[in-house]
Every structure is written in structure tokens, then in C-alpha cells.
């Protein structure tokens, strides 16, 4: 059938223990040391001591394997090696340093969001109540990975893997990032370009933009020093977002109302021209959004 998701990632951290604090007060439940779950999505992030941060292992699910056997063809026709055992297949992009294990994974089961009444003028949704987001008080909890933003010093070799060698298909491609998809979110990895490889960003699907909201405040409570870029909300994929600051150094984005694509062919945007590239609206763009902090330790 098909390359249908992303199913776990791995971030080598320099401390596990201060990364673990943070992506516990994310909303991941900790299910063993390092390993943290989103709600539907299962077991999603590792942690791993590092000297330095990155991500280390990307792991896709497939439906068959049919699928591997393709995607060990595709990735050879690519003159890259691919290693087999069994149901898992195993594959490294050199120029993104981008280390990718595929295995056969059932499809992510979603669970519904419920759906928040909005008033407007002369649209009247809820009355005699408050909104759902002003009643909550649960911790907001990420439903599922949304996606990884890399950075690659050979961006074009970079997408030429995800797509001709793993089967991602394109979204939205702009001069400096390509948008891939695979499954209906309208992107599940971007690929920007890059003065060496790096992970620029990790990304956390919630209910709503109130949890984007509730989580991000909460989280920049805590510590105001987390605080990137948010709220806001970008044009292409169209997602609400809210951009917070790990120790290790990767940003996580919490994420509501992300593109779906369920027919390609369907999806027409725009030509993406200006500040559009990259948001819709938001506070003032952070330069260290561009340019992360840490860049020249990163390319030594
Ligand atoms: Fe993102």
C-alpha cells in the first residue's frame, strides 16, 4: 500500500534529564526513561545523551512490505545503501545527516477533537455559556508528531530522497523549503535549506488554537526564556503555531488547524510571495527563528 506516517523520533540532547522536563511539561507522558508518548500517536520522541543536539533517528511507518522492498529500490535507484532485516529497513541522506528506519505500523488512529462553538457577527454559535477553551483546566496534551523541519546543506539531495527514495509527496515548495507530506497532513517533514545540517524544529498537533495557546502560555510561564515565536498563525499549511525553546536548543511548535490534503490534485494554493513564505500573522518574526542561536557550534 503505502509509506502512511511518521512514527517515533530520536533527539540526541547533551541533557536528557533537562530535556525530559521539558517535553514532560510539553504534555508527552513519560512511559520509561527517555521515551514519551503523545495521545494517539503512541510512543513518538526518544531522548538520547548527545555531545551535541540533533535529530538522531527518523522512523516511518509503512502499510506492507511490499512498501520496503519499494523503498529499498527507490532509495538504490538513488545509488544510496539501504540495509534489510527483516520487517525493518534502514537508510541514511548523507548531505542531512538524516538516518530514516521504516517498518510495517498500523495507520494512526485520530481521535476527534471536540468542536469549539466561535461567535461572530450575526453568527451566533454559543450563547448563555462561556467558550470551551476559557473552562479548561486539564494540561493541554499533544494528540500526535505533526512534523520535523530539517535544514540541509544539499536541500535539493535532501528532498530527492524523501520523495523519489521514501515516497513523500510534495505540498508546498517555496525557494528555500519544500513541504512533504506523507499522509493528509499537508506536511509531515520540511526540508529548508541550509549552511550545514541541522534540526531547526519539532512539531506537536493539539485540539485547537486554544491549546495552542493554553500550552504555549503555560510553558513560557514557567520559564519565559522558552519563549521563540508565538502565537501565530502561518500561510503555508496554514497552522496556528506557537514556538518554544528546549534546553538542548531544538524548537517545539504545538500546532492546530494544519492543511489537510486528501487529493493532491485538488490542492491549489497560492504563489507564496513576501513575508506570506513564512507566516500569515504573528508577533514580529525572531531572527533567531532564521538563524538559530547555536548555528556556529552546530557547524563546526
Ligand atoms: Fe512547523
Redesign the pocket.
Known amino acids: 500500500m503505502a509509506l502512511h506516517r511518521l512514527t517515533t523520533i530520536t533527539l540526541g540532547v547533551p541533557d536528557p534529564a533537562a530535556a525530559a522536563a521539558f517535553y514532560r511539561e510539553f504534555g508527552l507522558r513519560e512511559t520509561a526513561t527517555g521515551i514519551f508518548a503523545t495521545t494517539d500517536g503512541g510512543e513518538q520522541l526518544r531522548l538520547a545523551a548527545a555531545p551535541r543536539r540533533g535529530l538522531l533517528e527518523l522512523g516511518l511507518g509503512v502499510d506492507d512490505p511490499d512498501d520496503l522492498a519499494r523503498m529499498a529500490r527507490s532509495i538504490e535507484g538513488l545509488g544510496l545503501g539501504v540495509e534489510r532485516n527483516g520487517a525493518t529497513l534502514r537508510a541514511i541522506e548523507p548531505a542531512a545527516r538524516l538516518r530514516v528506519t521504516a517498518a510495517i505500523a498500523p495507520r494512526i488512529v485520530e481521535t476527534a477533537a471536540s468542536r469549539s462553538t466561535s461567535n461572530g457577527p450575526g453568527r451566533i454559535e454559543r450563547t448563555n455559556r462561556p467558550a470551551d477553551g476559557v473552562l479548561r483546566t486539564d494540561p493541554v496534551q499533544p494528540q500526535k508528531l505533526?512534523?520535523l523541519?530539517l535544514a540541509s546543506p544539499d536541500a535539493d539531495q535532501t528532498i530527492r530522497f524523501l520523495t523519489d527514495g521514501l515516497g513523500f509527496r510534495t505540498s508546498d515548495r517555496i525557494q528555500l523549503v519544500a513541504f512533504l507530506r506523507c499522509s493528509d497532513d499537508h506536511?509531515n517533514v520540511?526540508v529548508q535549506a541550509g549552511p550545514c545540517a541541522f534540526l531547526h524544529?519539532t512539531?506537536w498537533e493539539v485540539a485547537d488554537v486554544d491549546e495552542v495557546g493554553r500550552g504555549g502560555a503555560a510553558m513560557v510561564r514557567t520559564d519565559p526564556a522558552r519563549q521563540l515565536w508565538g502565537l501565530g498563525r502561518?500561510a503555508i499549511?496554514s497552522?496556528f503555531?506557537w514556538?518554544l525553546r528546549d534546553p538542548a536548543g531544538h524548537f517545539a511548535?504545538y500546532?492546530s488547524d494544519l492543511d489537510r490534503i486528501t487529493d493532491g490534485a485538488a490542492y491549489a494554493p497560492p504563489v507564496w510571495e513576501g513575508p506570506q513564505a513564512i507566516y500569515a500573522w504573528a508577533p514580529p518574526l525572531p531572527g533567531e527563528f532564521l538563524m538559530p542561536a547555536d548555528l556556529p557550534s552546530l557547524m563546526e
Do not use: P
Open positions: 505533526s512534523h523541519a506536511h520540511a524544529h512539531a502561518h499549511g497552522n503555531f514556538y511548535e500546532v
